[in-house]
């Protein structure tokens, strides 16, 4: 790096860097030991979720067989390459879950739906929103939320992604692997002196609104008060995204390690897809919290299962619970292979982007109506979990406690998260 620049032409080298992972070539060496070299890395969190439950019969291991000496089951059998690598944990679920088919709107926030008196639909913050808030600071992007088109026909519930916000409202996600990747990676065409100034008027906008809605504050009752309030959140919560904008205007955005996607992909391909995208949004680090929404409605149809979801998820012996068991076979070869790329993904010090990313994959649903023992793999080295473990937990052991014991993983000191009770020791490394 002796070469002599111009000092616009290093401004403009250091705006791309900002955002590319951390290059050798540019003054960035291996650490030693490995022990320094992973304190020095960040973090990562990725949650992936999927409706219908799984197969009781064939997806959880054996309870008698705990600890690393366990039998994968058959739904597991293709993650066999990683079995070191990821610990399921039974005994999980949400007290206060009562819908039978809403695999992801509290799987992780462990609400209580009725909470508010007066409404049916009450949520709190996800534990992926909880690390963004301190993740977020650094990246292009705080959080990445992910959906399939097929949501409906996939066993999800209310919500727009798996994200909540502090006031347990939906964050929209992107369904469209196409949308996600031009989100990520594609530049703006738009002259810098226009997206500044559209960014000035949004904000002169907000100043507006603000004045006028603090003028009509002075008449209202309590009850149109505290609506207001939420109103007023939610412009302080637009002024963040556009204070997040203005920071990262300057910077050009990293170039991705995969083509420009093909529209129409969807089911099998459209996960494989997704995976790759969210490995291309940690190697470039423009997130460091990624949620995955995943489908399964087009997933059977593109095993060429005819089966419908709903009709799979209350299997019986027969073609029911043979469909129910494809998918879980294909869900699990979609996993080993996203972890695969996560363990070829190196970083500069050697290590790899799976050593640094806590990896949860799971449903609020077992399977059928059964909303206790949610099946719950972790996998990664980003929280200092333990890995290659089978873990049976007390029956009802709380979900958020997973959660809260994840976040102190992560280095988040959260008291407390959903409904949690405590951490769970036995997943301490």
Not at 124 to 132: E, L, R
Not at 286 to 303: D, E, K
């Amino acid at each position: 790096m002796k070469t002599k620049q111009s000092r616009r032409h290093f401004l403009r080298s250091a705006s791309a860097l900002i955002a590319l992972p951390a290059l050798e070539s540019f003054g960035f060496r291996k650490l030693a030991p490995a022990a320094t070299a992973e304190k020095s890395r960040p973090k990562r969190a990725v949650f992936l979720n999927f409706g219908w439950g799984v197969t009781n019969e064939t997806w959880f291991p054996d309870l008698k067989q705990t600890g690393a000496d366990y039998l994968l089951p058959p739904g597991l059998v293709p993650l066999a390459r990683h079995k070191a690598d990821f610990t399921v944990v039974q005994g999980l679920s949400n007290k206060f879950a009562n819908e039978a088919h809403w695999g992801s709107t509290f799987w992780l926030t462990g609400a209580n739906r009725y909470a508010e008196p007066g409404q049916s639909m009450h949520n709190s913050i996800s534990v992926d929103q909880v690390a963004a808030l301190q993740f977020g600071k650094e990246t292009r992007f705080a959080s990445l939320q992910l959906n399939s088109p097929d949501v409906n026909n996939s066993g999800h519930g209310p919500g727009l992604s798996l994200a909540w916000d502090s006031r347990g409202k939906p964050v929209a996600g992107l369904d469209n692997p196409v949308f996600a990747f031009h989100k990520l990676f594609s530049a703006d065409t738009t002259p810098l002196a226009e997206r500044q100034a559209m960014l000035a008027q949004k904000r002169s906008v907000l100043d507006a609104v603000l004045t006028d809605a603090g003028d009509l504050q002075r008449s209202l009752n309590k009850t149109d008060t505290a609506k207001l309030d939420e109103y007023f959140q939610s412009i302080r919560d637009i002024e963040t995204r556009l204070g997040k904008d203005e920071q990262w205007l300057n910077v050009l955005k990293p170039k991705a390690a995969l083509n420009e996607p093909k529209q129409g992909l969807a089911g099998r391909d459209e996960v494989a897809l997704m995976y790759d995208i969210i490995v291309a949004a940690l190697q470039t680090d423009s997130t460091r919290v990624i949620t995955y929404r995943q489908p399964v409605g087009t997933l059977l149809q593109s095993l060429a299962i005819k089966v419908a979801p709903h009709d799979m998820s209350h299997y019986s012996p027969g073609e029911r619970m043979e469909a129910s068991q494809k998918r879980d076979i294909a869900q699990s070869e979609l996993l080993a292979r996203l972890i695969d790329k996560l363990k070829a993904t190196k970083e500069p010090d050697g290590t790899s982007l799976f050593d640094h990313t806590v990896l949860a994959y799971g449903s609020n649903i077992r399977t059928i109506h059964y909303l206790d023992n949610c099946p719950t793999i972790l996998a990664g080295g980003g929280a200092g979990l333990k890995r290659g473990q089978h873990i049976s937990l007390p029956k009802n052991t709380p979900l958020s406690n997973a959660w809260l014991t994840l976040l102190h993983g992560l280095g988040i000191k959260a008291e407390r998260h959903g409904d949690s009770t405590g951490i769970i020791k036995e997943l301490i490394a």
